[in-house]
């Protein structure tokens, strides 16, 4: 499986010693991480702009101006499922993690063996809390969260698959991606399949996302729409 993990702490060191530990226990356990640090929260909030893509936090509860604590109530706001881990050398934020819903506590000096145990823990919880799907892309392949993909669109041979944070382009027919999705996914058109999770606004030809982008929708779809999202939310 493939990962996102982000790290942010204001040492350098431990930064350093968090990726090590992650990187063998990727290698151990056959898995593709992809690791970001960042040496402040507000470094973290700046790139999560563009990006939000990310399955496990580890992050310092101690740091300077923005806390750790701060942030994962900054990243909990939109986001239910990313796993969060607090590393801190204090006790005393212990009760604070139960607001943010956050996975574990780890007390420094971190364990390897702990560690790995939570990792373990954090992909278990990913894959049995959402699907994913295969996507096959210049000789690559990521396994993608349903709830990151906004729409599909059919493009003679191949489908446009865009999540919140990056496009894909592969060899497949919009029906074969439909049997891989769930009840939120709306074909709003022949050659569209819309998340319903994004529409904010349904127009006469076309729904509005979150990120203002527009899909077009066959006429009479609208009503239909909005049923659906009724019975869906």
């Not at 819903?101 to 049995?128: F, G, I, Q, R, W």
Request: proline share 2%.
């Amino acid at each position: 499986m493939t990962y996102r993990i982000a790290i942010c702490d204001d040492e350098q060191r431990q930064i350093e010693y968090l990726t090590s530990v992650v990187s063998a226990w990727s290698k151990e356990n056959g898995h593709i991480c992809k690791v970001c640090t960042f040496p402040s929260a507000e470094a973290f909030l700046f790139a999560y702009e563009d990006d939000k893509a990310y399955d496990i936090l580890l992050l310092d509860v101690e740091m300077r101006n923005l806390t750790g604590v701060d942030l994962a109530k900054c990243i909990r706001k939109e986001n239910e499922t990313v796993q969060i881990v607090f590393v801190t050398g204090y006790a005393d934020y212990i009760s604070e993690g139960y607001e943010v819903d956050a996975l574990h506590y780890l007390m420094k000096p971190v364990s390897p063996k702990k560690l790995c145990s939570v990792l373990d823990k954090a992909t278990h919880n990913l894959e049995k809390a959402e699907k994913r799907i295969r996507i096959t892309y210049d000789r690559q392949v990521d396994f993608v969260p349903l709830s990151q993909i906004t729409y599909i669109e059919a493009q003679k041979q191949y489908v446009l698959i865009q999540t919140v944070s990056k496009s894909y382009r592969m060899k497949c027919s919009l029906a074969d991606m439909e049997t891989q999705l769930d009840e939120y996914f709306y074909k709003c058109q022949r050659s569209f399949i819309v998340n319903l999770r994004y529409v904010t606004r349904i127009n006469g030809d076309c729904v509005t996302l979150k990120n203002g982008a527009e899909v077009p929708i066959s006429r009479g779809m609208a009503e239909k729409i909005g049923k659906e999202i009724i019975r869906l939310f």
